[in-house]
């Protein structure tokens, strides 16, 4: 049988082989480091405490535990070769393929300042999220207990470096647990002393919305008591710092959402990168030089029509993955494939409760129906019945009741 490997159940990889499987004639295998897919988007209400991690993963074995012809490994790819048409994985097994398919999405970037990754944490993984929640919820009981009125403060002080839609969910919904969730329940600080600063050194917060979108998102974050720091460039992340060309700041929970960077395999591939280390790909999402490679979503760097790369979004991912697939599931000769073509639909992005921006076609939308919108198209595009239904239940809860519902501190401190 052919051999087709995937590496990574993320959205580009997920919707590749739910697609392609259905030819029976070629044996798929699919490599992930994790045992489940992660619906990346509401991750962040997992690092507030609006959502458990059961919420929004979902076992990759389970998707595909009636598909004969897909196989899953728990893994990492370390290496690959494209010449002997093989992978390495971190087990020391070689896997031999005929296509390969790699969607392993992106990492942090620190911009060359790696050092800051040890005084900031990033949100890609679960675990990241429940860190960043857990520092969180310790630092106001820290605060609660701390008697040295500066070393309170600093546990008060909420910091997120980056004003994309990462950095801009994250801001709002830390100020809503800072401001509005945990009222009244403290007796050492009010809620008035709590500050949530969300640093951007562009101009504008959300760089691919218009000026219009960017302005009302900045108005909605003021109204939720952050407070937004544009054309303010970090220069340095130290333990409880954060020097920027204007001015430093304490804080003892510094969240990075500035930049991303492709998976380190990419550079195992022997292939044209772009400055973020991305594989430049062919229209057709193959390795100019390996037809038999393709790279999906974040690790990609592909051109539009009008040459421009294409965002790193969900839908991007999800639509290469199925374009992919009928070329791998027909066969079809790099000579006789047809470019890819992006579908925009629009973006959106959710600022705090009831408020979200958005762009629909020519349309742009912003406020409570925005935040409806944004609410369904997440609903829609959540694996398995059971996370759809338990993510209504748990946003009834925190946005109708002002409850959250996973405010738990269950690690020990490190």
């Not at 697609?19 to 988007?41: G, W």
């Not at 991750?43 to 074995?61: G, H, K, M, W």
Request: charged content about 25%; proline content about 3%.
């Amino acid at each position: 049988m052919k051999k087709v490997i995937v590496v990574g159940a993320g959205f580009g990889g997920l919707n590749f082989i739910r697609n392609a499987s259905s030819n029976k004639e070629i044996e798929f295998t699919l490599i992930d480091k994790q045992n489940h897919h992660l619906f990346q988007p509401l991750l962040y209400q997992v690092a507030t405490a609006v959502l458990s991690p059961a919420n929004i993963a979902f076992p990759i074995r389970r998707m595909f535990k009636k598909s004969k012809n897909v196989k899953v490994v728990l893994g990492e790819v370390t290496s690959v070769d494209r010449d002997k048409k093989n992978v390495e994985l971190d087990s020391g097994i070689n896997l031999s393929y005929d296509q390969l398919v790699i969607a392993t999405g992106s990492l942090h970037s620190y911009f060359g300042n790696d050092s800051w990754s040890n005084y900031s944490q990033g949100l890609k993984g679960i675990n990241d999220a429940l860190v960043i929640r857990e520092n969180l919820l310790k630092a106001f009981e820290k605060a609660e207990n701390e008697l040295n009125n500066e070393i309170k403060q600093e546990y008060l002080n909420f910091v997120v470096i980056g004003g994309g839609p990462t950095g801009v969910e994250m801001a709002g919904s830390i100020a809503e647990i800072a401001y509005k969730n945990l009222n009244k329940e403290f007796e050492n600080f009010n809620s008035d002393d709590p500050n949530v600063y969300l640093i951007e050194a562009n101009s504008k917060l959300l760089p691919m919305f218009s000026n219009k979108l960017s302005d009302k998102t900045e108005k909605y974050l003021f109204d939720f008591g952050v407070q937004v720091l544009k054309d303010e460039k970090v220069e340095n992340v130290n333990d409880h710092i954060v020097q920027t060309n204007k001015q430093i700041i304490k804080s003892r929970n510094i969240i990075w959402a500035a930049g991303n960077e492709a998976s380190p395999l990419i550079s195992k591939l022997n292939t044209i990168t772009d400055d973020y280390g991305r594989a430049i790909v062919d229209p057709d999402c193959s390795l100019k030089e390996d037809p038999d490679v393709f790279v999906l979503g974040d690790a990609a760097n592909h051109k539009d029509l009008k040459n421009n790369s294409l965002p790193g979004i969900a839908p991007v991912a999800i639509q290469q993955g199925k374009y992919v697939a009928k070329i791998v599931k027909n066969k079809i000769l790099k000579i006789d494939r047809k470019p890819f073509k992006f579908s925009d639909k629009g973006m959106m992005a959710t600022v705090g409760k009831y408020k979200a921006v958005g762009k629909i076609g020519n349309i742009e939308v912003s406020g409570f129906i925005a935040w409806i919108v944004w609410s369904v198209i997440h609903i829609v595009y959540l694996i398995g019945y059971r996370s759809k239904l338990l993510v209504v239940i748990e946003w009834i809860f925190s946005y109708l009741f002002n409850k959250k519902g996973t405010r738990l501190i269950y690690r020990e401190e490190v």
